[in-house]
């Protein structure tokens, strides 16, 4: 009888696993759907498991691992979360459940319990570095937490050689950091060595470096760390791999050049570790959410890949993206041991969605290689790039009377509020601050930012009312200064001027009449500037001149050859004449072949419904992160539409002879405050993937090969490739990436010949 009794229980047990009763499975599926179980660790910790229990390990957990204290992943304990809450134990609900419901959001921890001693304060000293110091091309950060592995370190970094610059950080522990600091520097005297404070693992001292530009200049910056991974048996040789993997005995100087070569390439990581986030959240996903929500990425989440381990090789964008986050000491957990959950393991996570962002990959060593050998597609770089160009920045008496006293489109741009959590706003300025462009040398500084990121010739806004010329200084004063290398062209700015900056409805404050004859008045207003040696004739030939909206002229066919005959008859000769592709049509249909190219000109005529995820017809796709009540603008995915202007389909539609355009993003919060449109998504990453899709394939069908950007700096429309204090030169340096950086051939593209 003992014998039937034992195989019956077996049974029971086998069906109770197999067909578990309703409550478990809910109670499965949502450890499941929140990434709160790590069956490959169950099974390695609980190796006795009979083979239906590690095929069904969820279950099992659910069924019997909870009650017996098994840890579902190594982050949580059903025993340390019933110990440190009473309540829950007295409740009787699951200890996992109930953190997983409620627990969580309130704060409470089921971490184990770790077993390191408190370490010593240490108060940072302020950091700081000289931009214009000698570098190599290359930089290493080692993070010391554990000195006995500096060793083994030590020789690793000596078999490299010089070819890097090192900075090394070490966790403090009072004099035994003190003497372990003197014992490198005198191995490496060239290092910078500093010790930290125990906080944020070996995120929170890279950061510490990064933030105070320690990697600024470098062609890519390697990142290890002594780790030592004690919660799992094999954490010597996992620690070994990672570092052999990126810093291999021989080779490593030939993998670095695969690795600047791959355009596709992120980060560099050794063998295997290249994780998919779906399968390694563990407690992670909400706080790696919430940090990729700073920059506006959050909708990334699910696909995101990331390098296990936090030891790779990373390139600037990455870099330069990652600083963006912003973040310092203080937002990191004091260190208690954990094991998982902190703002260090999900910065480790996120910084895959910044280069999924940037459609660009996590490569591991072998692939690096491999893809080496393979013959890959270069991609397009544009003939000629020009950039719209705003005046705006200086007082003028007509935005005196409107807008106050001494009202400049700075004023917007500084009261800019932030309308749903993670938007950028405001976005101040960094390199050229707060500038008036009355001053000339502001333009020349931003000529030589272009000229270093590949911009051939800025498009500059002419305000010309019947005569009547505003904000018009700059450019005179341009002029009296030859020694300004200021390459530049024209766009009549001829929409009226309206209360509420659209150009399309409100009150009108300054109109555009098109009184007759006007074709003469505005062709004599243009001489001085075309006839200046830095203005642009991009075919080498003609100077180039470009109409904003043409459909807003009375008879368009007419007044374009008069303008032409005008030109022709002051000793011009003929000139290049382009229009704006604009999204509303004017009162006067405007045949393609009138001008020799259109601009494209995002997000003009690029916005569709499906695009809104706020305000469209779908109303709120945000949800809790969406706008405050009160908010009655526009929000739209910016990836979406930089996907729309690379389709064949949308590309057909747009005139003949169009010059491909794009924008490093779109929110004039500046301007309309509650009423604003946003592109949702738009910063240097999400704008180098776009630039990157032109440049394999729609750019090779443009006007001469040629590229549009909007804009070089419209602040109050955060349509600027003018660094940023958020995102610095990143702009600059993705498009630096596309064209090449500065042309040697550049002072003298575009320019008359005489």
């Not at 083979?51 to 069924?63: D, E």
């Not at 996992?96 to 627990?103: A, I, N, Q, R, Y």
């Not at 301007?671 to 592109?679: D, F, S, T, Y």
Request: proline fraction near 8%.
């Amino acid at each position: 009888m003992g014998r039937v009794h034992f195989r019956r229980a077996r049974l029971g047990k086998a069906l109770q696993l197999i067909f578990p009763p309703r409550h478990l499975r809910r109670y499965a599926r949502m450890i499941g759907r929140k990434g709160a179980f790590d069956a490959r660790f169950y099974r390695r910790e609980y190796p006795d498991l009979h083979w239906a229990c590690r095929l069904w390990a969820r279950r099992h957990y659910v069924t019997w691992g909870e009650q017996m204290g098994h840890r579902p992943m190594p982050e949580f304990s059903p025993v340390e979360y019933l110990r440190l809450n009473p309540d829950v134990a007295h409740s009787g609900i699951p200890p996992l459940m109930h953190f997983l419901s409620s627990g969580r959001g309130e704060g409470r921890s089921g971490q184990p319990r770790g077993s390191a001693k408190p370490l010593p304060g240490f108060t940072m000293p302020r950091l700081r570095f000289d931009p214009d110091r000698p570098r190599a091309r290359f930089a290493l950060h080692a993070h010391i937490y554990y000195p006995d592995l500096w060793p083994e370190f030590a020789t690793r970094l000596a078999e490299i050689g010089d070819g890097l610059d090192l900075y090394i950080t070490l966790t403090w522990r009072g004099d035994e950091t003190r003497w372990l600091c003197d014992e490198i520097a005198e191995r490496f005297p060239r290092a910078f060595i500093t010790p930290v404070p125990n906080r944020g693992r070996d995120i929170l001292p890279f950061l510490l470096l990064a933030n105070a530009g320690a990697f600024d200049g470098y062609e890519a910056l390697c990142k290890i760390h002594t780790k030592k991974s004690p919660h799992r048996d094999d954490g010597d040789r996992w620690r070994r791999h990672l570092i052999d993997g990126i810093l291999p005995a021989k080779g490593l100087w030939q993998d670095l050049e695969r690795f600047l070569g791959d355009d596709r390439a992120a980060f560099w990581v050794a063998d295997g570790q290249a994780y998919a986030a779906r399968d390694w959240w563990g407690i992670n996903r909400d706080k790696t959410g919430a940090l990729l929500r700073r920059v506006e990425l959050e909708k990334l989440l699910d696909d995101l890949r990331f390098p296990a381990g936090s030891i790779y090789w990373m390139k600037p964008l990455m870099l330069g993206m990652i600083k963006s986050l912003r973040l310092d000491a203080p937002m990191f957990e004091p260190e208690q041991g954990q094991i998982d959950g902190t703002l260090a393991h999900a910065v480790e996570r996120a910084i895959g969605g910044l280069a999924l962002a940037a459609g660009q990959h996590i490569r591991e060593t072998s692939e690096l290689r491999t893809l080496a050998r393979a013959a890959c597609a270069t991609p397009v770089a544009p003939s000629y790039v020009s950039a719209f160009y705003l005046p705006q920045f200086h007082p003028i008496p007509e935005n005196d009377a409107w807008w106050g006293q001494g009202f400049t489109e700075w004023r917007g741009v500084v009261d800019a509020a932030s309308a749903y959590p993670g938007h950028l706003q405001p976005m101040r300025p960094a390199d050229l601050g707060y500038y008036d462009l009355r001053a000339t040398e502001v333009m020349g500084d931003q000529a030589a930012l272009a000229r270093d990121a590949g911009v051939d010739g800025f498009c500059v806004y002419h305000y010309w009312f019947d005569g009547r010329r505003v904000l018009e200084q700059p450019l005179d004063r341009l002029l009296a200064r030859p020694e300004v290398d200021f390459p530049f062209y024209l766009c009549w700015a001829n929409e009226s001027w309206r209360r509420n900056w659209d150009g399309l409805s409100g009150e009108v404050l300054l109109d555009q009449s098109y009184a007759p004859g006007f074709e003469a008045a505005l062709v004599a207003s243009t001489l001085p500037y075309m006839r200046d040696p830095r203005y642009q004739r991009p075919d080498g030939l003609r100077p180039r001149f470009v109409i904003y909206r043409p459909e807003d002229m009375p008879a368009p066919d007419q007044n374009v050859a008069r303008l032409r005959r005008a030109w022709a008859e002051a000793g011009i000769g003929p000139v290049e004449l382009g229009a704006v592709s604009f999204h509303v049509g004017g009162k006067s249909p405007v045949d393609p072949a009138l001008f020799e190219f259109w601009v494209e000109m995002p997000p003009h005529g690029l916005v569709k419904g499906e695009d809104y995820i706020f305000g469209g017809s779908a109303g709120n796709r945000m949800g809790a992160c969406g706008p405050a009540a009160g908010f009655a603008g526009l929000i739209y995915d910016y990836r979406s539409v930089a996907e729309r202007s690379l389709t064949r389909r949308y590309r057909a539609g747009l005139p003949p002879n169009t010059i491909a355009g794009i924008m490093p993003g779109w929110d004039n919060s500046a301007r309309r405050g509650a009423r604003a449109h946003i592109a949702h998504g738009a910063n240097p990453a999400s704008f180098r993937k776009w630039l990157r899709g032109l440049c394999d394939g729609p750019l090779e069908q443009s006007y001469r090969g040629e590229l549009f950007i909007n804009a070089w700096n419209e602040w109050a429309e955060k349509a600027m490739l003018e660094p940023s204090a958020r995102f610095g030169r990143l702009n600059l340096d993705v498009l630096a990436e596309a064209t090449g950086g500065r042309r040697a051939a550049l002072p003298d593209r575009g320019r008359a010949h005489g």
